[in-house]
């Protein structure tokens, strides 16, 4: 998927699932401060619905949908958060939502997103099972695909919590971002564009792959990448840097 949203599109999409999205909260640790010689600002989104950012692009995508293609449902491949987020999403509009899922995916997702109205569709642990399983149900419902990442949807939904974060904590230098699949950096990078430097960190055990790093890049630029587990590695990190007044978020 080439297309990205555009500053535009992550306002509109604030105002769509304001009804809807959680408004998370931004703490501060003054030990976590010391540690990092600046004053650091975490965007709590484990206190989202579902547990997890995505359910922002999830309800962004699922409130877009004209009348008949909301009628038709929703559908999408996901090991936990985002499957969990879209059944969410589609439960506030009343709609079907069907979600591919693994075999060996975590019981307790699975079983999380069974709670919140979703049909579970098996399939082998491969990509291209997924994919293939996604376009079989489409063709037997006619669902609306809505991808976990590469999706204009998703990646402005995903773009609004930059916007509450920088109303929250305004004056930031920095902006430090998980990324895993892409949207939320991308959405982030969008929506924070001229007002901070944007990081976007993967976990210690995964670098991103090139496809994640240029939707990055075509966001806003070249990033600087970044490792980090915890949130005092991220403290650690940022001693490192030369920034003063920087924002985490807690994506999960």
């Known amino acids: 998927m080439d297309a990205l949203p555009d500053f ?3 306002l509109d ?3 769509r699932i304001a009804p809807y999205a959680s408004v998370t909260p931004v703490l501060r640790g003054a030990a976590l401060d010391a540690l990092a010689g600046a004053e650091l ?3 709590c989104e484990n206190l989202q619905r579902g ?3 995505k359910f922002r692009g999830a309800c962004n995508a699922v409130w877009s949908l004209d009348d008949a293609q909301a009628a038709r449902g929703v559908v999408t491949h996901s090991s936990g958060n985002h499957g969990n987020a879209l059944a969410l999403a589609a439960a506030t509009r009343g709609i079907a939502a069907h979600v591919v899922v693994p075999e060996g995916a ?3 997702k699975l079983e999380a997103i069974e709670r919140a109205g979703a049909t579970l569709h098996r399939c082998a642990p491969t990509q291209a099972a997924r994919e293939a399983m996604c376009a079989g149900v489409q063709r037997a419902t006619g669902a609306e695909l809505v991808h976990p ?3 204009i949807r998703v990646m402005a939904g995903q773009g609004t919590l930059a916007l509450e974060l920088l109303r929250q904590a305004p004056g930031l230098d920095a902006l430090v971002t998980p990324v895993g699949g892409g949207g939320l950096a991308s959405g982030v990078a969008i929506a924070a564009h001229g007002s901070t430097r944007r990081w976007p960190c993967s976990p210690p055990s995964r670098s991103a792959p090139t496809t994640r790093r240029a ?3 075509r966001a806003r630029g070249s990033p600087r990448w970044c490792r980090i587990r915890s949130a ?6 940022l001693a490192s840097t030369t920034s003063t007044r920087c924002a985490c978020i807690a994506s999960r």
């Open 232 to 237: 005092m590695a991220c403290a650690r990190w």
């Open 215 to 217: 939707r990055w890049r």
């Open 51 to 53: 547990g997890a950012f």
């Open 41 to 43: 600002h975490f965007k």
């Open 149 to 151: 990442y590469a999706d």
């Open 13 to 15: 999409a604030a105002a």
């Open 106 to 108: 975590v019981r307790a």
């Open 8 to 10: 535009e599109q992550i």
